[in-house]
Structures are given as structure tokens and as C-alpha cells.
């Protein structure tokens, strides 16, 4: 092929005018000429060749230059085999321009910037795989990225010197992450002042698996509020009535969590009357002391939300499949919307809401999708008169209907939100917001309105057997927020059942007392019951110095007496506590109130009911992730996870939860890390 060089290439890509002005000083020819030639393969159409490996490259088409930046970058970064393999032999030295050889094919001399040090830090084989497995754990990519050619041929760019990586290679590194970082969970567990709760998710698969997601809940030493998932365990056979418990035992084992499980929440849809029996059986074995074992939560708060939002849609299915037919018209056309929307500004409706089509997946989309639509229905009406093909128009009564709907749908979206923050709210907080719900859907369900009884009472009655189920543990937590104690309790107790309150009263207070009483008990050495002595328990030292007391006292008969005295001081001493806090006056109710901060100041005054407040507050109402809040269906393991090893499995799902929990060991180190990282590539 005929090589032409019609004009010389310049330092700024661009070829010389053969008819510049001879005294005009010629730029400085770019030194990447030394290692290309160029190759006129068409008119117009100018190619740059590597002496070396032969290649070429793009360098001029019509009036496009494509420059020599490219071209540097093959030679300076070994990208070119040939120099690569002739650099192994005489290393390339910047500092001249024909290396240190003096050769002629050395790569061209790079212009230096400042680099701050980067220079000195050596490329790290080791931390870049480790840096490799995190990116894979806290993305979902598949272990097999790294194995793919575009991931490969993009990190030799970066870094020709690192080696590739095999599937079984990252596997390991991801299982090494994954061990180092549940060391430090445990480690972190092992020092939380008191116990863990935990919560039980099924997901499915295509092959008929199940897998058990179980989170622990708990507060840690500094009275912060965790939630980490401890283990994914897979069941042959979820069905099983037993399939929970053999999760539950292992995750046990696995965080040498024995003796230390406070409570556990499971939803309904996932479970029978005789595998919750046997939680509950579980449950008094592991923790027989806690209300005689039965703090077991047969109902996930988001999920019952979730029906109930099911149901409400599904009584008007109809009319909700015409909007959304009518949505679908606006938006999968072009010139449709563009009517719509002028019509809008010429009805000047003043809506600034998104009109999209709901994913039927999460209900929250549908709902955000019959709101809008509701704002802008005046256009929909006036649609037919500038569209004549749009025949689906929802009539007046079928608006109101949806209207109506949205107005109820607003209070489940509202209580389910809470349950998205990235911070899981304390248990404290879910008392008031149930109460609410459960007084709303009660007055809606006796409307005088045939439409919203008939819409709302089958929701109300679902929804009051969950009230009934959990009210106990939510009011408990809400007696040990120090700005409503009882006083909350009662007043909503009342507002629900009027004179017949007394009952649900007495429970709260008897559960209370009762709930005190056995962490007084646990935390007591070798503790010894007394009949008639309302569970206080009295210790081996006590008995000890019950036993020294009568020795003392033999003499003058008054040994009785003394252990009278002890057991009397003993137990005013461990009612007082709560009881005090009770007659306390209520906090002022500040928006800013951190209850958690509050117990955490105040241990040292209340050391037994803080440890209570510190299990109570860190129960879980809910079982899914923040994510899963809005689905309206069982989760589905893909069919990639579910070709993992399970213990593969479980370390990606796990770790990738703990380094956005932000708890990890390495977490104080992830952003220098990455940065040490960016610097070697």
C-alpha cells in the first residue's frame, strides 16, 4: 500500500498548510510519529499505523481528526504487545526520548503533571481483588463479571499490569470479605447491653426453594439502633412446618446467640397455625422467662398494609384498569401528549405531578398514579373534544369513586412510608401511628356513605385483628417514651373502646410490671423465686447474708426479723424504679426528641429499666427491607443467585446489607481505599 505523507502531522494533531508563510515558526512535530506511519486507504481517509504490532488506528476521515491521544496511550501503556514484550526486556525510562536503549520504537516521551506522590504508591494486586469483590457484593453484578472480555479489556486499560481474575478467585474473595466482616458483627453483637430480636422473610424460586431471610434488631452500647441481616438460609422444602424453626436454630448457633433472643416476627401469609405454634414452642424454650415466651409477631406491619391496599384496589378494578388504559394513551404516544399537555395549559390546570404508569408490582405506583390522574381529570374529561380517538374516559361518579378511594389509600401510603427510611424507626413509634389507622378505618367502616362502608369495613376487620395481635407490644414501647408513658395509652384505649377500656388498660400496665419484673430477674446471679413475693427473687447472696444475719442475731431472736427487713428493702428498691419513672412529670414533646438518646442519658438512673427499654424499643414490626415495603408479591430469587452455592449466597446478600448498614470494619477505610485505588489505576 502506498504511503503518502501530503502534509506532516504537528504537536496539535492537525496537518501544516503547504502555503504558510515562511517565517511563520513551525510547532514542534509530536513525537508519536516516531512509533506510526501513515497510510491513505481512501479519499479522505488517512489511517495511523504502529510500526510494531502493525495496527492501525483512525487519524483523519474527511475533516475529522481524530488526533494522536490515542495512539500515545497504545504505546505508553504497553497496550501495544510487541512493545510490551520488548519493554519486559529493556525497561522504558520517561526521563528520555529514546528510552534507555536509545531504540527507536520506545514509547514517546509523556508530559508530566504534578501527581502529588501518586508515582510512589505501588500497584497492589491484592487490594484492587479485595476492591474488585466489594464493588461485585454492594452491586449484584455476577461473579462471572470478571470474567467477561469488556470487563477485562476495560482494566488492562486502567492497569495493564493486573492480572485477570477467575470466577473461583473473586468467589474466595468475596467469602474472605464476607468472614472478616461478620468477625466484626459478632463481635459487635457480642458487647449489645441486651437482647436480640429477629424477623423472618421467605423468598422463592424457580426450582421451588425457599430461602429464609433472618435480620437481627437490636440496640448496641451506644444506644444505636441496628438492623443487620445475620443469615440466609435455604429450605428444601418451605412448606415444611418445621422449615422456620431449622432457620432460626442455626442462625442461633451461628451468632452464639443462645439464651439472648427476645422476641420474633414472622408474617401470616408465609405461615400456618401449626408452624407458628411451633416458633412459639421455640421461642419459650430459647427465651421462657420473657412474658412465659410468647412474645412472638405473627404479622408483618408493611405486608398487612400491602393487603389491605390490594383489597381497596382490587374493589375497583374496573374502574382503575380504565384510567390506567387512559394513562397508557397519554404517554405511549407522542402527539398524544403533546395534546395533552396543551390542552392542560389552556384548561390551566394547575397539577405539576408526573402522570406515569404504576408498576403493578408495588402499589404505591398505582396509588401515585390515580392521585395524579385525579388532579388532571378536568383534561381528561375535555380530552375527547381535542383527541376524537380518545373514547375511555372515566365518567363523574367513577372519578368520585376514585377520589374517594384515594382519600383511604392515603392513610395506608402514609403508614408504610415511615417503614422506607433508611434509619428504622424505634418500636416507640408505631403505637401512635396503628392507633390512628385503626381509629380512621373504624369511623370509615359505620360512614353513612354505602360506597366507603362497603369499601372500608372488610379492610377494618383484617386490620382490628392485627390491632388486637400487636397493640400489647406497641404499647409497651410507648409507656418507656418518657413524653407520653401511660397517659398516651389511655387516651387512645378510650378513644377506641370508650367504657370498655378498663381491660386493655390493665393488660398494658399488667405487662409492663410483669416485663420489669423478669429483667430484674435476669439480672440477678442464680436467681431463687419466693412464693408470694409478686416475682421478686432473691439471690444466693442475699441468702448468704440472710444465713450471716442469723448467726449475728441468734442472740437476741430477732433473725426473722432482718430477713424481714432485706426482703421488704430489697423489693421496695427494685419496684421503685419504674414506679418512679412513672409518677415522673412527661417531657415537654420537642419535634427533635431523641428517645434513644434519652435512655442512653438516663441509665445510670433507671440501670434496669433502661436495659428493658433497650430490647422493647429495638422490637421489629416489620419484616421486609425498606425496598419491599410497597410489593404486592413474594420476592423471587433469580435464577443466577439461585445457582450459588448457599453459603456463596448468604455472603453476598449479607455483606452488601452491612456495608450500607455502614457498620463494617473496613467502612472508616472505604473512602481511602477507593481513593488508593483510582491513584494506582
Known amino acids: 500500500m502506498e504511503i503518502d505523507y501530503p502534509n506532516t502531522p504537528t504537536e496539535n494533531y492537525e496537518p501544516l498548510c503547504s502555503e504558510a508563510p515562511p517565517n511563520k515558526r513551525r510547532r ?3 513525537i508519536v510519529w516516531e512509533h506510526f506511519t501513515i497510510e491513505t486507504v481512501g479519499p479522505g481517509c488517512t489511517r495511523a499505523c504502529c510500526k510494531l504490532c502493525k495496527k492501525s488506528f483512525a487519524y483523519i476521515t474527511g475533516s475529522k481528526l481524530a488526533g494522536t491521544s490515542h495512539l500515545k496511550r497504545h504505546i505508553a501503556l504497553g497496550i501495544c504487545p ?22 527507536g520504537t520506545d514509547p514517546p516521551k509523556k508530559r508530566h503533571r504534578a501527581t502529588h506522590g501518586l508515582a510512589s504508591i505501588p500497584f497492589d494486586q491484592d487490594r484492587c481483588s479485595k476492591e474488585i469483590a466489594k464493588m461485585i457484593m454492594l452491586h449484584d453484578y455476577p461473579l462471572h463479571i470478571v470474567e467477561h472480555a469488556g470487563f477485562n479489556d476495560f482494566i488492562r486499560t486502567l492497569q495493564p499490569q493486573f492480572n485477570n481474575l477467575s470466577f473461583k478467585t473473586v468467589q474466595e474473595d468475596c467469602v474472605a470479605v464476607y468472614l472478616k466482616e461478620k468477625q466484626s458483627l459478632r463481635n459487635l453483637i457480642s458487647g449489645i447491653p441486651g437482647y436480640v430480636s429477629l424477623t423472618l422473610d421467605l423468598w422463592t424460586s424457580n426450582q421451588t426453594l425457599g430461602y429464609v431471610f433472618l435480620t437481627g ?5 451506644d444506644w444505636n439502633l441496628q438492623r443487620r441481616i445475620l443469615n440466609v438460609v435455604m429450605v428444601p422444602s418451605p412448606e415444611s412446618d418445621y422449615a422456620f424453626n431449622q432457620a432460626v436454630v442455626a442462625c442461633l448457633s451461628d451468632w452464639h446467640l443462645k439464651g439472648r433472643l427476645f422476641t420474633l416476627a414472622v408474617d401470616q401469609s408465609f405461615s400456618n397455625e401449626t408452624s407458628m405454634g411451633n416458633l412459639r414452642g421455640l421461642l419459650s424454650v430459647r427465651n421462657p422467662l420473657m412474658l412465659n415466651g410468647q412474645l412472638l409477631i405473627g404479622n408483618c406491619y408493611a405486608r398487612v398494609l400491602s393487603r389491605l391496599a390490594q383489597d381497596a384496589l382490587g374493589a375497583m378494578r374496573e374502574t382503575i384498569q380504565k384510567l390506567r388504559e387512559s394513562v397508557k394513551y397519554v404517554n405511549t404516544s407522542e402527539s398524544h401528549k403533546e395534546k395533552f399537555i396543551e390542552l392542560k395549559q389552556q ?3 394547575p397539577s405539576s405531578k408526573d402522570l406515569s404508569i404504576d408498576d403493578q408490582t408495588k402499589w404505591n405506583t398505582t396509588y401515585h398514579m390515580l392521585v395524579a390522574a385525579c388532579e388532571l381529570k378536568e383534561v381528561f374529561n375535555c380530552l375527547d373534544t381535542a383527541d ?10 367513577e372519578w368520585k369513586r376514585i377520589e374517594t378511594l384515594c382519600t383511604y389509600l392515603k392513610h395506608l401510603f402514609d403508614a408504610a412510608n415511615i417503614l422506607t427510611s433508611p434509619s428504622y424507626p424505634a418500636t416507640n413509634t408505631f403505637f401512635l401511628e396503628v392507633s390512628k389507622l385503626q381509629i380512621e378505618l373504624t369511623h370509615a367502616a359505620t360512614s353513612q356513605d354505602p360506597f366507603v362502608s362497603n369499601l372500608i369495613k372488610p379492610l377494618q376487620e383484617r386490620f382490628d385483628k392485627y390491632w388486637k395481635d400487636c397493640y400489647l407490644v406497641l404499647a409497651i414501647a410507648v409507656v418507656l417514651d418518657p413524653r407520653f408513658k401511660m397517659k398516651l395509652v389511655e387516651f387512645t384505649l378510650t378513644k377506641i373502646y370508650g367504657e370498655n377500656s378498663d381491660s386493655w388498660m390493665r393488660a398494658v400496665k399488667d405487662g409492663v410490671h410483669e416485663l420489669f419484673l423478669e429483667h430484674i430477674a435476669q439480672a440477678l446471679p442464680l436467681p431463687a423465686l419466693e412464693e408470694g413475693n409478686e416475682g421478686i427473687t432473691k439471690t444466693e447472696t442475699q441468702q448468704e447474708g440472710s444465713q450471716e444475719g442469723n448467726h449475728v442475731s441468734t442472740v437476741d431472736g430477732l433473725s426473722d426479723f432482718e430477713t424481714y427487713i432485706n426482703e421488704i428493702t430489697s423489693s421496695q428498691h427494685m419496684k421503685s424504679e419504674l414506679d418512679q419513672y412513672l409518677e415522673e412529670s412527661l417531657l415537654p414533646r420537642a419535634q427533635e426528641f431523641d428517645i434513644l438518646d434519652w435512655w442512653k442519658l438516663n441509665k445510670l438512673k433507671y440501670p434496669t429499666l433502661s436495659k428493658m427499654a433497650s430490647d422493647v424499643l429495638s422490637i421489629p414490626v416489620c419484616t421486609v427491607s425498606p425496598d419491599c415495603v410497597f410489593d404486592t408479591e413474594v420476592r423471587k430469587m433469580d435464577n443466577y443467585r439461585s445457582s450459588l452455592h448457599p453459603a456463596t449466597l448468604e455472603a453476598l446478600i449479607c455483606t452488601k446489607d452491612w456495608f450500607q448498614s455502614g457498620s463494617s470494619s473496613s467502612q472508616s477505610s472505604t473512602h481511602v481505599s477507593n481513593a488508593i485505588v483510582k491513584m494506582e489505576f
Open 28 to 30: 514542534k512535530k509530536s
Open 217 to 221: 434488631h437490636f440496640i448496641d452500647g
Open 82 to 103: 510487541v512493545f510490551r514484550q520488548k519493554n519486559q526486556q529493556s525497561p522504558y525510562t520517561p526521563g528520555s526520548r529514546t528510552g534507555g536503549t536509545g531504540s
Open 347 to 349: 384548561l390551566q390546570v
Open 388 to 397: 376524537p380517538d380518545y373514547k375511555i374516559s372515566p365518567s363523574m361518579d
